[in-house]
């Protein structure tokens, strides 16, 4: 007796007997954008500025060096004392603790007042993260704590999801890609737009540079201060 899989297919393809197959799009964006994605890549880091900041993130520019001052001076901002750490991250949990916070891991996501990841890209045409879901990266730390804090290199920064696929080899992809846009925000209730339903309704993204540089971008994207 076959199982239902193999009865189920059985009625599809007998369903489909006689029915000429349409050919498949061809792969990848369409040469019409080849312009679109040229302006797009001539400045990636500004491009992903702008339009985080008009989704309401906060951007924020950094360096290895800078890092935990960088990261202190938004958990104090928030008013955060506690903070998960994510596992690809962990190098900052000590600084941390030094500077005086609470420190976790994803054990703490559900009480604490921030959490901390790093995100594995960024897409500059429309301002999103992009968080590879694994052990290092567990999606609890950037879905449940009210605020978000996600580090992002800069060189890390491609032009649109055809750039990014291009880059992720498809044996490499986890089992889950988390994609942020913007902090949370629903308008399900009268149509009042509410943010932090869903999920953190404070992002702040710190771009990490080589430079020994630190940056805050205000939220019309433009530079606001240089440290």
């Known amino acids: 007796m076959a199982d239902a899989r193999s009865e189920i297919l059985s009625r599809i393809r007998r369903a489909l007997r006689g029915v000429q ?20 890549q001539k400045d990636l880091v500004g491009r992903f500025v702008q339009e985080a900041a008009r989704l309401g993130v906060r951007v924020h520019r950094s360096c290895e060096g800078e890092l935990v001052r960088t990261v202190s ?28 916070f609470e420190v976790g891991g994803v054990e703490v996501a559900r009480e604490a007042d921030a959490g901390l990841t790093g995100a594995d890209w960024g897409i500059a045409e429309t301002g999103s993260l992009v968080l590879l879901v694994g ?53 399900d209730i009268e149509q ?14 710190v771009l990490v540079g080589p430079a020994e540089r630190r940056t805050a971008f205000p939220p019309d994207g433009g530079l606001l201060h240089e440290g």
């Not at 197959?21 to 797009?40: C, K, M, T």
């Open 192 to 205: 009042t737009l509410t943010p932090g339903v869903h999920g953190p309704g404070v992002v702040h993204v």
């Open 135 to 187: 052990p290092a990266q567990d999606r609890l730390l950037s879905l449940l704590p009210p605020v978000h804090i996600a580090l992002l290199p800069e060189d890390r920064i491609v032009a649109d999801l055809d750039a990014l696929f291009e880059r992720l080899a498809p044996c490499d992809l986890p089992a889950a890609l988390t994609f942020i846009t913007g902090p949370s925000r629903t308008a």
């Open 21 to 40: 197959a349409l050919p498949l799009p061809p792969e990848g964006p369409v040469p019409e954008a080849a312009p679109y994605r040229a302006d797009l």
């Open 73 to 100: 001076e938004i958990l104090r901002a928030e008013g955060a004392r506690q903070v998960g750490v994510a596992e690809g991250v962990w190098r900052l949990v000590g600084p941390l603790c030094a500077a005086g």
